[in-house]
């Protein structure tokens, strides 16, 4: 059974930075493509980076050289680092393959405010 649990999302001002982390279980993680998507309120839920199990990663516009995934194969998690938060990046964030393979996790709510 596939597990994803999504955390470090937190209220932080405009320019902060955040560290998300998505802690898997169930699979053979090395062997997956993974991504972190975001759902904002009245939005559908959009791929914002992805990391292939070679280490190539890919980012939507909106978040290119703001963003970086990366991945720890041995501890089963994957990352991405936020620097230079906008208001428009709020959102609930979740870990899953780019084509979402598996049940989502909860999420982690990232705010942030003007």
């Known amino acids: 059974q596939v597990q994803l649990v999504e955390s470090g999302g937190d209220l932080v001002q405009a320019g902060g930075s955040l560290r998300l982390s998505c802690a898997t279980s169930?699979?053979?993680?090395?062997?997956?493509?993974i991504g972190w998507h975001r759902q904002a309120p009245g939005k559908q839920r959009e791929l914002v980076a992805s990391?292939?199990?070679?280490?190539?990663?890919t980012y939507r516009d909106s978040v290119k050289d703001r963003f970086t995934i990366s991945r720890d194969n041995a501890k089963n998690t994957v990352y991405l680092q936020m620097n230079s938060l906008k208001p428009d990046d709020t959102a609930v964030y979740y870990c899953?393959?780019?084509?979402?393979?598996?049940?989502w996790g909860q999420g982690t709510q990232v705010t942030v405010s003007s």
């Open positions: 899953n393959t780019p084509t979402s393979n598996w049940s």
């Open positions: 169930g699979i053979t993680f090395s062997i997956w493509t």
């Open positions: 990391i292939s199990r070679n280490g190539k990663t």
